[in-house]
């Protein structure tokens, strides 16, 4: 995995120190090597972490008229290559980089869609003087653009930026509101003025005045076509399997070694056994277990490491550890969370780091293609409902949700979670569709920020917004073809891949890889019929049958339990005494200084806690405390932002071409 | 127990657990419609109301009928103070 960086500003010649400087910054995402190319109108730095063709894949990459910076992995380079051969083109090294380059000057902007991976890519086009800007289907690898004192600046990450002179990153209040409720900005928004992101499956083109093109390469679902007849579900599900194995075995190219990450669930158990079926040799497996034994899974971490004969590396966790690492885990993240489940896999990163591994492949994704979240079978409940008229089969089937939270199995509460549930009847079927809940539950965050900042949640306007935002096809899709598009958009993408997944695998320089989120994978799983997935109330069905004989059958038939560390708990003692880092960051005098909270409500919140933390404390608890605790520390270290050295021993590539 | 201090006692209750003004609280909208509490929340305010008003709640009584408003609760209060 690597770090990416350009700068488009004709008028500035001095753009190498402002390369050097983002550069230092990155250097966690690429520590081996770094390289500088500059010329005329642009700046583009690299910082490298190796993994394909070590020896020659430096970058920035220049071929003929065109040079690349760029991060990620084309898995299906060994294929494009073997293609442009025969048509002519010949090679340098064996990097993926050089076929991206060598594909681009073949074709141009399509080339994007012919890459099978995840990247974020910068190339400079010399004959055209432009630069592109592309980022892959589902945002695994993230691209930023900032626009500051007539330059175009592009980032793998924000905390770049605060390099520039005369630039200081402030935090746009309505965006961070908008995260707070979807967990993800909207289009290309981002929590900080000005910042914007590359869209997943689009590429941008930039001439030395401006953005002249934005266009979308790739849509999810975009295969899907409404009256085809799908094919049975036994076809279906060898079919599945099969290109879950080739994205797989695509995925495990590698020229150092790959592990995975196993959680106890039945996604990384199942690419864990899809790589030992295509290894000759043993491989790691890493996890995360807690002393807490309510959040512990283990037992089923080792019988799966176990079953696929790994060497197997677990991080043990504790509260102490969560309050630790929050600081250090947000400047990755750059953005608030809601739960603390991103320390662990920052924690683990490192364990990987330690035993010399430098990618992990991981689970990620299914449950968003397979319709493996509790938000389908609300939706499905809701809808059968909806249509039976309050028939008390439907209403019965509410008990099927969460077993993980006790209260939910209770008799008496049932009829309480049956009157929430209610209030969704009439909206679940508008464009929010399973988001619907979400904000419900969110919204409440509204009453916490400054009043001065003026915000309001105005579903009416949020929702035109919102769809303004959605494909065109989007209303041709079924309710839970929907509900996936936007797990996809927002949960995966603005959390689970970015927060939890790069950003922290990269704090370590890690490279994780999620063979679920091939995108030919991911358009098959969209294509199914819905019960295919999710039949009656057994999800990732499918996935469940084509593996039914490989996986342990604890696993496979436990019930679904979202990977959760320690939230509140971590921070507040048995006596209600908050963690240094907590009193200090939640205080009046901070929620004041940095001003994007209301003191009065943040201190009656934190007063709920003053005799320790409840041991009934829900979702919402804890989740108001995460964002406001992360959203502060974003505000720290956008004040306090550190100094990193680059490494002038480990610079590779160093072109001025002009 | 007249209304109004059996209206203050949940409105307190309501303001100091869910982070809400008093003004912000409406008296016949249901508090879970509103985002002001989830579903653990309705769990949390018929505690209360038992606790502090002496008053048992059954199944039967978790209906949107009774905890669809506040006003409601107030109903479902008085009416169960008044039978007992």
């Known amino acids: 995995m690597c770090g990416v960086f350009g700068v488009l500003d004709a008028n500035n010649q001095n753009k190498k120190k402002i390369v050097l400087n983002a550069l230092s910054r990155l250097n966690h995402r690429g520590p081996d090597e770094w390289g500088v190319y500059l010329n005329k109108f642009v700046g583009l730095g690299h910082t490298r972490l190796s993994i394909i063709d070590i020896e020659d894949g430096q970058q920035p990459m220049q071929s003929s008229d065109y040079i690349i910076s760029f991060n990620g992995e084309i898995y299906n380079y060994l294929e494009l290559r073997s293609d442009l051969e025969s048509q002519g083109y010949s090679f340098n090294t064996n990097s993926d980089t050089e076929v991206i380059l060598k594909l681009y000057e073949s074709i141009g902007i399509d080339c994007f869609e012919k890459l099978n991976g995840e990247f974020a890519i910068l190339i400079w086009d010399k004959k055209c003087e432009h630069l592109i800007a592309a980022r892959d289907r589902y945002g695994i690898r993230p691209l930023y653009a900032l626009q500051h004192n007539n330059a175009f600046l592009f980032s793998s990450e924000m905390k770049v930026f605060d390099t520039l002179d005369n630039y200081k990153r402030e935090i746009n209040a309505q965006n961070l509101f908008e995260h707070g409720l979807f967990w993800n900005t909207l289009a290309d928004n981002t929590v900080y003025k000005d910042i914007l992101t590359i869209e997943s499956g689009t590429f941008e083109v930039f001439n030395t005045s401006g953005r002249i093109v934005k266009e979308r390469y790739y849509q999810v679902g975009e295969s899907f076509k409404v009256n085809e007849t799908a094919d049975n579900f036994v076809n279906t599900k060898k079919a599945f399997k099969e290109l879950l194995n080739d994205s797989v075995s695509l995925r495990l190219r590698s020229d150092v070694p790959v592990g995975t990450y196993l959680s106890g669930g039945i996604d990384s158990t199942i690419i864990s056994q899809l790589v030992k079926n295509q290894t000759n040799h043993t491989f790691k497996t890493f996890s995360v277990a807690f002393n807490d034994k309510s959040l512990d899974e283990s037992d089923f971490q080792k019988l799966a490491s176990k079953k696929v004969n790994s060497v197997h590396h677990e991080v043990k966790i504790s509260n102490r550890d969560v309050d630790d690492n929050l600081l250090k885990t947000i400047y990755h993240t750059e953005r608030p969370i809601f739960r603390t489940a991103p320390i662990p896999l920052h924690l683990l990163s490192n364990k990987v780091k330690e035993t010399n591994t430098k990618v992990v492949l991981t689970g990620e994704g299914a449950d968003e293609i397979l319709f493996g979240y509790d938000t389908f079978k609300e939706l499905k409940i809701l809808k059968e409902w909806k249509m039976s008229n309050g028939d008390s089969a439907a209403i019965e089937s509410l008990k099927e949700l969460y077993p993980h939270l006790s209260h939910y199995a209770d008799a008496r509460q049932f009829a309480f979670i049956k009157m929430y549930y209610e209030g969704f009847l009439n909206d679940f079927e508008n464009e929010f569709n399973g988001l619907n809940i979400r904000l419900a539950n969110n919204k409440i965050i509204e009453k916490y920020f400054n009043k001065s900042l003026g915000l309001k949640f105005d579903k009416t306007t949020l929702l035109e917004k919102f769809k303004t935002t959605l494909p065109a096809n989007y209303s041709s899709w079924s309710l839970l073809q929907k509900n996936s598009y936007l797990e996809i958009k927002t949960l995966l993408q603005g959390y689970l891949l970015s927060s939890q997944g790069d950003r922290m695998a990269m704090s370590n320089s890690i490279e994780g890889r999620f063979p679920f989120l091939d995108h030919r994978v991911v358009e098959m799983a969209f294509s199914m019929p819905d019960d295919y997935k999710l039949k009656g109330f057994d999800q990732k069905h499918i996935l469940k049958q084509a593996f039914e004989s490989e996986i342990p059958k604890e696993i496979t038939n436990r019930p679904k339990r979202p990977y959760m560390a320690p939230d509140l708990i971590a921070f507040i003692d048995s006596k209600g005494k908050l963690s240094d880092l907590a009193s200090t960051l939640l205080s009046d005098k901070c929620i004041e200084e940095y001003g994007l909270f209301d003191t009065k409500i943040v201190k009656r919140f934190l007063n709920k806690f003053k005799n320790g933390v409840p041991e009934n404390t829900g979702y919402r608890d804890n989740m108001v405390f995460m964002f406001l605790l992360t959203s502060q520390i974003c505000q720290y270290w956008i004040n306090n932002p550190p100094e990193v050295e680059l490494d002038m021993n480990k610079c590779v590539v160093d072109i001025l071409d002009m | ?84």
């Open chain 2, 1 to 84: 127990m007249s209304s109004a201090v059996t209206l203050e006692k949940i409105l307190t209750f309501v303001v100091d657990t869910y982070m809400v003004e008093i003004e912000e609280i409406p008296l016949d909208e249901s508090l879970i419609d509103e985002g002001i509490i989830d579903s653990f929340g309705l769990i949390e305010l018929a505690s209360f109301l038992e606790k502090a008003f002496l008053i048992p709640i059954n199944d039967t009584d978790l209906t949107r009928d009774n905890f669809g408003s506040v006003n409601k609760m107030i109903a479902l209060v008085h009416r169960k103070k008044s039978n007992a």
